[in-house]
């Protein structure tokens, strides 16, 4: 065969050939040399920049310490007086000065410009859009443009941890600065402007920073590094022509030696190469079936080597021996018709190995006449690597077909037993498994520990019969179970418990059903007997069982959320929406058969509350469990318990012919929690409150019936403990009059329909006004006036006491403040204000305080707080730190309605009140006819000896005024002096009493 060599072929070709492989080093030279030119680029750019940083850097610190010296000079000078003009106004940062501002002898007004605002005018005047900026910041800025932008804030917090110095590029005006900040501390002729700031000398105060632009500078970096970019391009543009002149010299002289000897050398390897490079078996035979050639894939495919097999016949050699007379009658065939291909396609056959094995072939066979002879050429691939990965390809899919519709099935709202049933055929009809066709599906029953079926297919009646249930560990599927691992038997034995007439011998596939570790049943499939079990086999069963459990794990959540969804996870009663459901399906039968009743019982525990907090939620949780089964206990099958929540449950009792019939099952729940309940040795005794509505026959809702309930048991909770109300409309309507009330209350102090009344605490003897307790009034547009008694309850029950009482102190502060105004003569007038239990004990109580002294500018010695007992008891440690906070601020502390409460004498002298309030109970007991002193006395008594004073709450006659007087009372309030007033009657009556008071004016 002639070789035809172009010029280029032939060089590559003689390059290959003698090992130097030009154009690999000449890339490489070239990839260096552009690497060294880049570098030195790199490294001319990094220097060009870090000489822009350190010019900015030099211009930073001299213009800091030029703007640091001219800040100095003006602050030695303490600022400079310059004439008012617009633009250099009057500075109102510096009202405080004494010196601000000065009239010169020719009547100029000069006004002092202090160092500060010498220095941001000076940079003002020298601003510019690329020119240095300096900014004073400041901690507390007077000024508002001295407040610090965010890079400033964060040098800022680093000065208070200790640094000294910040520097670093930021963004000002979306242009970069180099930015340098050093921290300015308080200066003794700094505090004429800043004392009232608090500050002190050598206290941070702020920083001072100045601002660099980098714009400029990096411009002319740019032009400097675009010459060395353009430089840096032509050196390596003339480096790599020198590179590639060189190449080519070289590779032409490579070319020209080696050309002859590729050429000799390709002629004599060529047709060996293709045959062994050649994917398929290539194998040559004669006219007498003698194998005269044999390549490398060969071998590989036959086992035979080329030596060993060159002479031996075709037929018995990869032919097996039932294929063997076709093979040769083919061949004679062709030589005796002269056709040019034995086989003329390629077809799939079976081949055999030296091994003996046999396996799929693809083949083509050709022949060849050469120099007047006769052979064959034939070309074999081995195809059973493709044969098996077709085989796997069908198996997957069916496999990931019959997944996914086990899933999907899993999903449908179908009912379970219908999507088991339908899931075990899906599996059984698995083409390419080799299953008798015949299941079953057990599922575990937890409660009696067998194995249930659940599901079948073509099972005789015998089978369903003798396995409808399987012990755990008994059987197949009992063992398969208890073990949770798949159990295969190719024919049935001895494991086998279970036979019957006319049992064939059959095997099985026994695979447990799990997820997560836990045991839900067993997918039982029946085979041939004998049957070969396969891992593809166990793989698919596997995941199908997976499959199967994760259905039934589904079903299984889905039961228990429909269970939690319909039930107290505590108590495993019936919760709300459940008792609803069923109250109102109780209700739709009772429109159809109105003759039949039923009745809402709603129960709550006494004082639980009480044990929660002392015995802790675990044993509480005990004695919820203990009065849950107590309750239940004692009512009907057909009766529903719930539990709503808290210490409440609900009792829905059916049929109830009358409400007495409800009466004594609430008379017998009052009997069952009477006995005390054992919680870790103590003896706990409970008690219910009971509220009972009955329906009626004038279509109520579950809604109402259960709020009619529940509104007769706070109504029996306000009776005290172990009541029970029977509900009545009225009850309804007084609750729908309270919500009413609050929702006007709320909107009462939104439209600030509230009042304060004053009514004057006197001097008893010569009636002198010593001051006012105020008391607030709700001026109702509609029902007129109303008196605290009425909503000031509702006001601490639902938190809006305490906006309500900070309003009234908060006014109460405003009017005695006015009043002192108006009547200079009265200086020593003060204020009594109430505070209530909530509103004493909220956490910004002291806080509110101070605010509405500061708001009214009220002298604090002229505020009295009136405190009842209650709170004193209740909350000891708390009350006795918020009056001494109190007492701190000079406010004057009375103890108001003494003798009403928890009286104690121990709070009287640990507690720093100045004076006790007399209630107007006992003041009332001194009418004549009546007279009872002896409490009056011992108040009185009591103060005098804990130096307070005392006050007479309710005086409304002159009886009572005289016996006050008689046992030494001096301070009183009532009727018989003046009502409560608005602030313009009750500012008459200062007036009108202090005049009429001897030795005034």
Known sequence: MDVAVTDNGSRAAAARTSGVPVVPWTIMLAVFWTLVAILSLA??????????????????????FKDRAFRNWASRHGGVYVPVTLENPVDPYVADLPERDVLTPSGRLLTLINPALMVRQFNELAAGPHRVRSHLSGLRPINPQNRPDPWEAKALAQFQQGVEEVTGVAEIDAAPYLRLIRPMRMEGKCLACHIQQGYREGDLAGGVSVSVPLAPLNAAADRRVSALASGHGGLWLF???????????MRRRIDENGAVHDALKAHQDRTRAILDASLDGIVAINARNEIVDWNLQAERTFGWPRTQVLGRSLSETIIPERFRAQHEAG?????????????????????????????????????????????????????????????????????????????????????????LQFALELILSTPWLSLHGT?????????????????????????????????????????????????????????????????????????????????????????DAHHRQTPAELQFITAAAHAVGGMIQRHQTEQQLRYHAYHDGLTRMPNRTLFMDRLEQRLRHGERHPALRCAVLYLDLDRFK????????????????????????????EDTVARMGGDEFTILLEDVAEPADALRVADRLHAVL???????????????????????????????????????????????????????ERMHLRAVAQLTLESELRRAVEREELRVHYQPI??????????????????????????????????????????????????????????????????????????????????????RIDAAIAATGVEPHCLALEITESVLVHNRETAHR????????????????????????????????????????????????????????????????????????????????????????????????????????????????????????
């Open 762 to 847: 006197v001097e008893a003897v010569r009636g002198e006004v010593l001051g006012f307790e105020a008391l607030v009034r709700w001026q109702h547009p509609e029902r007129g006036l109303v008196l605290p008694a009425e909503f000031i309850p509702l006001a601490e029950e639902t938190g809006l006491v305490n906006d309500i009482g900070h309003w009234v102190l908060t006014e109460a502060c405003r009017q005695l403040q006015a009043w002192r105004r108006d009547f200079p003569q009265r200086p020593d007038l003060y204020m009594s204000v109430n505070l209530s239990a909530k509103q004493f004990l909220q956490p910004n109580l002291v806080e």
């Open 674 to 728: 009477q006995p005390p309940i054992m919680l870790e040795g103590r003896e706990i005794f409970i008690s219910a409150s009971i509220g009972i509505a009955v329906g009626a026959q004038d279509g109520h809702n579950a809604a109402d019936l259960l709020r009619d309930a529940d509104t007769a048991m706070y109504r029996a909770k306000s009776m005290g403990t172990g009541h029970t109300v029977l509900f009545d």
């Open 610 to 637: 009480t044990v929660n907090d002392s015995l802790g939620h675990t044993l509480g949780d005990q004695l919820l469990l203990e009065a849950g089964e107590r309750i239940r206990a004692c009512m009907r099958p």
């Open 439 to 527: 299941g079953s599906i057990f599922l575990a029953d937890a409660a009696s520990g067998k194995l249930r079926m659940a599901a079948r297919h073509k099972l005789s009646a015998s089978i369903v019969q003798a396995c409808d249930t399987v012990e755990m560990g008994h059987c197949l599927c009992g063992r398969a179970a208890a073990t949770q691992e798949l159990l295969f038997v190719d024919c049935v034995d001895d494991r086998h418990e279970v036979h019957y007439p006319g049992m064939s011998e059959h095997g099985h596939y026994c695979a447990p059903i799990l997820f997560d570790e836990k045991l839900l049943g067993v997918l039982n499939l029946y085979v």
């Open 331 to 419: 061949l004679r065939h062709s030589l005796e018709n002269d056709a040019a291909m034995l086989i003329g396609r390629r077809i799939e056959l079976t081949g055999l190995h030296r091994d003996g094995h046999e396996f799929p072939i693809e083949i083509f066979i050709a022949r060849i006449d050469a120099a007047g002879t006769s052979c064959f050429s034939a070309y074999v691939r081995d195809i059973g690597e493709r044969k098996a990965a077709e085989e796997k390809i069908n198996r997957d899919y069916h496999t990931q077909r019959i997944l996914a519709e086990l899933l999907e099935t899993s999903m449908r709202p179908a009912p379970f037993e219908q999507r």
């Open 239 to 249: 480096g790599l022509l020198g590179i590639g002149a060189a190449a080519r010299q």
């Open 882 to 1001: 918020i009056l001494l906070d109190l007492k701190a601020r000079g406010l004057h502390l009375y103890v108001d309605d003494f003798g009403t409460g928890y009286s104690s004498l121990s709070y009287l002298q640990n507690f720093p009140f100045d004076a006790l309030k007399i209630d107007r109970a006992f003041v009332n007991r001194l009418t004549p006819g009546i007279e009872d002193v002896e409490m009056v006395s011992t108040i009185i008594a009591i103060a005098r000896n804990f130096n307070m004073g005392v006050i007479a709450e309710g005086v409304e006659n002159d009886g009572q005024l005289e016996r006050v007087i008689a046992l030494g009372c001096r301070k009183v309030q009532g009727y018989r002096f003046s009502p409560p007033l608005a602030a313009e009657a009750a500012g008459s009556l200062i007036l009108a009493r202090y005049s009429e008071t001897p030795g005034n004016p």
């Open 43 to 64: 490294w001319n750019i990094v220097q060009v920049r870090e000489l822009v940083l350190e010019q900015a850097r030099v211009e930073l610190r001299a213009n800091f």
